[in-house]
């Protein structure tokens, strides 16, 4: 399984990013996709997931109304469009999913968001 993250950058505030997710080696339309971030000197933490049924996407509740997570099955794509950014999204992004309760990771994709 390979999860291979890419779209980060260096934004001023109030700008935008879309990250993007791409999955290899796995069934993804079965599987819940995640978006975490870990800033510097802090844990890692859960910003969105989305499943592939009607269940309404989770947001952590400080970007909620700023960031959309969504899929494309047919490229095995998550992504992650943020909007409205701010210097407190400074972070690496991870992309994850769960594999037999054990979670699995991208590299993870720089956000940098200053003037």
């Known amino acids: 399984v390979q999860l291979v993250e890419s779209g980060g950058g260096l934004v001023q505030p109030g700008g935008s990013l879309r990250l993007s997710c791409a999955a290899s080696?796995?069934?993804?339309?079965?599987?819940?996709m995640s978006w975490y971030r870990q800033a510097p000197g802090k844990e890692r933490e859960l910003v969105a997931g989305?499943?592939?049924?009607?269940?309404?996407?989770y947001y952590t509740d400080s970007v909620k109304g700023r960031f959309t997570i969504s899929r494309d099955n047919a490229k095995k794509t998550v992504y992650l469009q943020m909007n409205i950014l701010q210097p407190d999204d400074t972070a690496v992004y991870y992309c994850?999913?769960?594999?037999?309760?054990?979670?699995?990771w991208g590299r993870g994709t720089q956000v940098t968001v200053s003037s």
């Open positions: 989305i499943s592939d049924g009607g269940a309404p996407p």
């Open positions: 994850s999913t769960s594999l037999n309760g054990v979670l699995t």
């Open positions: 080696g796995l069934a993804f339309r079965s599987y819940y």
